[in-house]
């Protein structure tokens, strides 16, 4: 509907009375909210109004100036510190995806859980974008209570993936920026950094949400497994083809057969538990600490049923010790039927150089018993490569523990040069 011009005016063009476009509906809903408390009923997300929401506690006038300014050096330093593993973790995916914005005008951001930026992306047009020549460097804040609504200000505060858009940004000064952020999170479940791209001067001209979403699971589940140093590592999917890909899902079982953490995927496809009782493989797997530590002898992934009675595809290795002690459970229960039959026992870690003879490795072989080595040994007809490839150690850490046998033992284990 369109309004005529007041009599007598020098343009007789008719005004509109609504807006046309979804940033003129997102502005006008942003007045209404803040100056009359009228709610944007399907026009605005929840998240964002909860942003809102906050902001107006902590900041009165939207209107005023923002200034970012990087934390302090020493902040800066020990910030850093904290997030050498993450940015390990990140490395690559970070390159994958700016390699993959190279053709956009979008930037890509990393923070901490506090919203100190780690990393951000260096663009040609940065002085075609004046609000990210300034906020995205290292060390600048962009936590919500210092710049307002954003996309990984939200997914600080809520831990949950958000999208940002122009005038849903809390101040006026942020009103041409786009960005989606979504959570990376540590094997304690908790925050330890945002992913975010953001894009200034123009709406996202491709999925931000989406980008975000698949390369954060992708330094998630990267991060995870650096983590898990002394846990047995499960990778498991209703698809073979899903192992390996952002979409596969992670546990990390722990020296006693518990479930020490679980990945996004994995929850989604297992569910959480219903109390905070700490899990047991058995009660997911169908499997106990045995049986899977059996199946870390396959290098393939195996067909399981889980105690759900869901069918999945599962691959299980064994990281270094670290203190973790899983000797005892070698032995201790039979080969569970819904386990494949070529999965015999093994309590390898990850595989070395045949000439590392290392303290590490000596750490892994502790976890195999005598009765396994000298199984392996039989079965690879006393070859001392063989037997060294298949239990993941190196040659010479094998050689040392049965010259200790020797010693110990008039009776070797049957062994050949």
């Known amino acids: ?136 460097r290292v060390g600048i804040n962009i936590a919500e209570r210092v710049v307002g609504t954003t996309a990984p200000g939200i997914v600080a505060c809520t831990g949950q993936a958000a999208t940002v858009n122009g005038a849903e940004h809390y101040f006026d000064v942020l009103h041409e920026m786009h960005c989606a952020a979504a959570p990376i999170r540590d094997v304690h479940g908790r925050l330890a950094a945002v992913l975010d791209v953001s894009v200034e001067g123009r709406p996202f001209s491709f999925g931000a949400g989406q980008l975000v979403a698949t390369f954060a699971a992708t330094i998630e589940n990267r991060l995870l497994v650096a983590q898990s140093r002394g846990r047995l590592l499960l990778r498991f999917q209703a698809s073979p083809a899903l192992l390996g890909t952002p979409l596969e899902a992670l546990a990390g079982i722990d020296g006693d057969g518990n479930v020490a953490w679980l990945n996004g995927a994995a929850e989604r496809l297992i569910g959480r538990p219903a109390d905070d009782t700490p899990p047991t493989a058995l009660h997911i797997f169908g499997m106990d600490l045995a049986a899977l530590l059996r199946m870390t002898r396959s290098q393939a992934p195996c067909p399981v049923r889980l105690a759900s009675g869901l069918g999945v595809w599962l691959q299980a290795s064994l990281h270094a010790s670290d203190g973790v002690d899983f000797r005892h459970a070698v032995g201790l229960a039979t080969t569970d039927a819904r386990a494949t039959p070529e999965a015999a026992p093994a309590l390898a870690g990850p595989a070395q150089d045949e000439d590392t003879a290392s303290a590490s490795g000596d750490s892994s072989l502790r976890g195999h018993s005598r009765k396994l080595i000298e199984d392996t040994l039989g079965g690879c007809g006393g070859n001392i490569s063989q037997a060294a490839r298949q239990l993941r150690v190196s040659r010479g850490t094998l050689y040392r523990r049965i010259k200790q046998w020797q010693e110990e033992d008039p009776a070797p284990p049957p062994a050949a040069a």
């Open 1 to 136: 509907m369109f309004l005529p011009s007041p009599p007598g005016s020098a343009d007789d063009r008719p005004r509109e009375l609504f807006p046309r476009t979804r940033a003129e509906r997102v502005a006008l809903a942003r007045q209404q909210f803040f100056e009359e408390g009228t709610r944007p009923s399907g026009l605005v997300g929840e998240a964002v109004l909860q942003s809102w929401m906050r902001c107006s506690r902590t900041h009165s006038d939207s209107r005023r100036p923002v200034v970012f300014d990087a934390v302090t050096p020493s902040r800066l330093h020990a910030t850093l510190g904290r997030s050498r593993e993450l940015m390990e973790a990140a490395r690559s995916e970070l390159q994958n995806m700016e390699s993959s914005l190279a053709g956009t005008d979008a930037r890509v951001l990393l923070t901490d859980a506090h919203g100190v930026i780690v990393h951000a992306t260096h663009h040609p047009t940065a002085a075609g974008q004046p609000v990210m020549r300034q906020t995205a």
